[in-house]
Structures are given as structure tokens and as C-alpha cells.
């Protein structure tokens, strides 16, 4: 079974600019989260869909946004970027298995911001 | 929210020796513990994951803990390999999806 796949990679956009980066999950996963990881603050979670809600929110600006499509693949959406918004964007999918989710990740899309 | 504590922050250990890394959590409503091994370039890979209603879990050379009283779960890798080295996180959740995650520690196993 193919794992997550995100699309772009890599990415380099200016201060200002929007973004949008892309995320499909394993097959048959209907919930994707969306982290954001930095040298300085880590692995911090942004939000989480499920059937094309968001369920959870984590505590980014409002220039931080997502959605996610009926066959499960899921967008995020950076607007009026900033330099602090450089990081690696990953994307996870999980399904419910016996009660419990876990979470797989993809490897990721590099943004740098000039 | 959340607060997931991860030490050490970097270890070295020669080969076939064994490897420990310890993670403390804040929220006791939390029940659901992963580790993740992160290469470079890589995203996050799950390796072992432990839930509130067990205090061991076992995985060949992968062990995890977890004292749910004293809030701290711990993984044990024993005969530390060259691919062994990498970046590991612990997390910490209460519903699955939101993961709290330590800041990691990077773990490099000496030939």
C-alpha cells in the first residue's frame, strides 16, 4: 500500500505570498493532520479533518488554513507569509482500527520563505 | 494544553549497547503515548506505541513503559545498531489525532 504522499517537496516563496501545499493519504484513511516543524518550537500539531471537517485546531493565526476533499486529500493554505513560516509541513493520515487511530506520516514539504 | 518533556536531547552510544530515552507528560487525561524515528529528510516514522491501560510493550529490539501515576514513558532500544542512529520523539495524546511531541533526541550509535 503507498504511504502519504505530499506534493510539493520543496518550495520557496517570498514574504507575502500565499502557499498551498497538498497532502493524499494512505488509502482508506479518512482523517489527516497537519504539523509544522521548526528547529526552535519543534513538532507542533496545526489541525486535524476528518470527512471533510475540521475537528481540532491548534493554536496557529488565522493565515493558517485547510480543507480536505471528499476522496480524503487535504490542502493547507499559508497566506501573507512571513520569514517565521519557513519549516517543514507534514501531513499524517490515520484510520480507526479497533477503536484507536494511528497516525502515518508523510515525508514532508520543505518551505522556505525569502 | 498538552506539555511533553524528552531527555536527553542527544545521546551516543556504542554499537550493541542499549539506548534510553525518557519523556514525561503533563495532562493525565492523556492515554496514548507513540515514538517516532525521524531520519533526515525523512518524515516522522512510528516504531513502537503504547496505550494508558498497558504499562509495557515489547517489539523485537523496541521496548516502551509507561507510568501513568508518575506521568512518564520511556524507550529502551537494546543491541543499538549503526541504523539506529537518527532523530526519535516521543508524543503524547488524549484523542489520537492531536499529538503533543517532545523536542527529540538524537540518537548516534558509534561503530
Known amino acids: 500500500k503507498a504511504g502519504v504522499t505530499q506534493t510539493p517537496r520543496y518550495l520557496i516563496k517570498t514574504r507575502g505570498q500565499q502557499v498551498t501545499l497538498s497532502c493524499s493519504p494512505i488509502?482508506?484513511?479518512?482523517?489527516v493532520s497537519w504539523y509544522q516543524q521548526t528547529p526552535g518550537q519543534g513538532l507542533q500539531f496545526l489541525f486535524e479533518y476528518f470527512s471533510e471537517t475540521q475537528r481540532n485546531k491548534g493554536n496557529f493565526p488565522g493565515r493558517f488554513s485547510g480543507r480536505q476533499f471528499s476522496n480524503s486529500r487535504s490542502e493547507m493554505n499559508v497566506s501573507t507569509l512571513e520569514l517565521g513560516d519557513s519549516a517543514l509541513y507534514l501531513c499524517?493520515?490515520?484510520?480507526?482500527?479497533?477503536?484507536?487511530?494511528?497516525?502515518?506520516f508523510g515525508p514532508g514539504t520543505r518551505l522556505t520563505v525569502l | 494544553g498538552e506539555n511533553v518533556e524528552q531527555h536527553p536531547s542527544t545521546l551516543s552510544v556504542q554499537e550493541g549497547d542499549s539506548a534510553v530515552i525518557k519523556c514525561t507528560y503533563s495532562d493525565s487525561a492523556s492515554n496514548y503515548f507513540p515514538w517516532y524515528k525521524q531520519e533526515l529528510g525523512k518524515g516522522p516514522q512510528l516504531i513502537i506505541d503504547i496505550r494508558s491501560n498497558v504499562g509495557e510493550k515489547k517489539d523485537q529490539r523496541i521496548a516502551v513503559t509507561l507510568n501513568k501515576t508518575a506521568k512518564h514513558f520511556s524507550l529502551h532500544i537494546t543491541e543499538t545498531q549503526p541504523e539506529d542512529s537518527a532523530v526519535y520523539f516521543c508524543?503524547?495524546?488524549?484523542?489520537?489525532?492531536?499529538?503533543?511531541f517532545g523536542a527529540g533526541t538524537t540518537v548516534t550509535v558509534r561503530a
Open positions: 488509502s482508506g484513511h479518512r482523517s
Open positions: 499524517a493520515s490515520s484510520v480507526t482500527s479497533g477503536g484507536t487511530d494511528t497516525q502515518y
Open positions: 508524543a503524547a495524546s488524549k484523542n489520537d489525532y492531536k499529538l503533543s
